[in-house]
């Protein structure tokens, strides 16, 4: 059943009304799973009556992130947080898919969008998430996955289980299999793609059996694997150090925030590794001993990878680390200690753990792309750093020149880039692969290996 502005798909939970935005189509806050405070997920009940997919997915319960506030100032304010976040979010185009050539028409690829934050802040529907621009020109369907943060997510100890965050996102990944063809697509042709935590998340998922099958491909934007390993030390220091919030009762959001301030500060005391205190923890379910990580990992190799990171990542890595932040703002000495410090930060978060991925997964038989992505952003100061892969990948570029990082840019620049890049994208997420013609278009800004 349709009308001009809206129809209703039929799921394997219960009828869901789309609405219609331009050429595309948009089914918002979707309920996938549901849980207690502290508890693992459970599929969300089916329903019989159209569940109107209007509004928007509320996010984990945070303070802003920065980059995303300055795209979406009030977006807290406009979303609602709620700790029932499981939703998800489907774009996709208007358009039926184009015949398979052989009287049946071929499902679109689906691209599962797994936010980063550090873990902390973020959700699917952010405006600077938002995939308009991937599924129109691409012609894919794009599901925004929102899931649980910081203390409530991520952090399990005593009578709280661990990894409760990715277990969202397995479950998301689960329902997305299950009513990928109700939106047009093919359940065989799914990729999770992920940035910074949301890819180190999905890094993990290839570890995991329960998480065979549910995706083909697997794009992973700077992932910080070299500091996802030997965390165990600073996990019980932040179990010690903060007080989590009770597990019945009302969530003091101010409480919760001073809770994450101060898992940042206990944080600093393991090195590199507090730059993103929260995160996957080994040996817990459903992740495998942190020993058996590269074992587990070749039994992915199935899985086509796509791995990388920004050129300059450590620009914003160092200036995390107080005392290396205070020295690159140091004036006349400040860029000669970043440019000393900043490569080597690069190194060891980003770029060495990536190419160990890529190598490690083509010797075991898989297919990997790895790539270094620049595109110089004009006048800013953090220029081709970390997070500064989304404006030109996702999000409205009218939007994304508001962002102080990019006050210097215009739309038509990040349009003309971004269009590049999607190309790029959109060929792995059809194919496994990026086409010549696609890497010699985005080869100003994207080198691959």
């Avoid at 070299?226 to 965390?231: A, F, L, T």
């Avoid at 600073?234 to 409480?255: C, F, H, K, S």
């Avoid at 215009?410 to 496994?432: E, H, V």
Wanted: proline letters at 6%.
């Amino acid at each position: 059943m349709s009308s001009e502005d809206t129809t209703v798909v039929e799921t394997a939970l219960g009828p869901v009304v789309a609405h219609r935005d331009g050429d595309l189509w948009r089914a918002r806050g979707i309920p996938y799973a549901t849980a207690e405070r502290y508890a693992r997920p459970s599929p969300a009940t089916p329903w019989s009556e159209p569940f109107d997919a209007s509004r928007r997915a509320s996010v984990s319960p945070q303070h802003p992130d920065g980059l995303m506030a300055s795209v979406s100032p009030d977006y807290l304010e406009r979303l609602g947080m709620d700790e029932q976040c499981q939703r998800v979010t489907v774009t996709w185009p208007a358009e039926p898919a184009p015949d398979a050539g052989d009287g049946s028409a071929r499902g679109l690829p689906v691209v599962v969008w797994v936010h980063g934050g550090s873990y902390l802040t973020g959700g699917g529907d952010l405006d600077g998430f938002d995939p308009a621009l991937l599924a129109r020109e691409q012609r894919v369907i794009v599901v925004s996955v929102t899931y649980r943060l910081g203390l409530l997510g991520w952090v399990g100890g005593g009578d709280v289980p661990a990894n409760l965050g990715l277990l969202d996102i397995l479950e998301a990944l689960r329902w997305v299999r299950a009513c990928a063809m109700s939106f047009g697509g093919d359940p065989t042709r799914i990729t999770a793609m992920g940035q910074s935590a949301g890819a180190d998340a999905i890094a993990a998922l290839l570890t995991v059996p329960e998480a065979r099958g549910l995706f083909r491909r697997a794009i992973l934007q700077s992932a910080p694997l070299g500091i996802g390993g030997r965390r165990d030390a600073m996990y019980r220091t932040i179990l010690r150090a903060v007080d989590r919030p009770e597990r019945d009762g009302d969530l003091d959001i101010d409480r919760l925030h001073e809770a994450h301030e101060r898992t940042y500060a206990v944080a600093r005391r393991h090195g590199l590794k507090g730059l993103m205190p929260l995160g996957p923890q080994w040996g817990h379910y459903p992740l495998p001993l942190e020993r058996e990580r590269t074992a587990a990992l070749e039994e992915a190799r199935d899985v086509d990878l796509m791995v990388g990171h920004m050129s300059d990542e450590g620009v914003l890595a160092g200036a995390a680390i107080p005392a290396l932040g205070r020295a690159f703002r140091a004036p006349v000495v400040g860029g000669t200690v970043r440019r000393a410090t900043a490569g080597r930060l690069q190194e060891a978060v980003y770029e060495r753990s990536a190419a160990r991925l890529v190598a490690s997964h083509r010797e075991a038989g898989g297919r990997a792309v790895h790539y270094v992505l620049g595109w110089r952003a004009t006048g800013s100061r953090i220029a081709d750093g970390h997070g500064m892969d989304i404006p030109v990948l996702l999000g409205e570029p009218e939007a994304w020149v508001h962002a102080e990082a990019l006050k210097k840019e215009t739309p038509d620049r990040l349009r003309k880039i971004g269009a590049a890049l999607r190309q790029a994208w959109g060929d792995f997420i059809r194919d496994g692969e990026i086409a010549p013609a696609s890497a010699t278009a985005a080869s100003e800004w994207l080198t691959l290996s």
